[in-house]
């Protein structure tokens, strides 16, 4: 199966991993690290800095994609074509 992601298309098959996830500063110059929405719900709320919201493709090991947005809410209509996509 092809899934489309924004721009991207990708095969199905060759997915390792699909999630969604926080963009926070690290604390380092512009430095950036993804952390879980529910550690940033829970433990980080007040305690970093969110730059983004992405969906996160890894095909294998080395081939990785990310597609960043700007709030929380275009990251989950994003996550909701996805899903579409896999239900159709």
Do not use: C
């Not at 997915?15 to 980080?44: C, F, M, N, R």
């Not at 990785?64 to 896999?86: N, V, Y």
């Amino acid at each position: 199966m092809i899934l489309t992601i924004e721009d991207k298309q990708f095969d199905t098959s060759r997915i390792t991993q699909l999630y969604p996830a926080a963009v926070v500063k690290t604390g380092h110059g512009d430095e950036t690290t993804q952390v879980s929405l529910e550690w940033l719900d829970v433990e980080g709320k007040g305690k970093v800095e969110v730059v983004g919201f992405g969906l996160f493709v890894n095909l294998g090991e080395e081939e990785k994609h990310s597609f960043i947005f700007d709030t929380k809410a275009e990251m989950d209509e994003a996550a909701g074509r996805i899903a579409a996509q896999l239900k159709a």
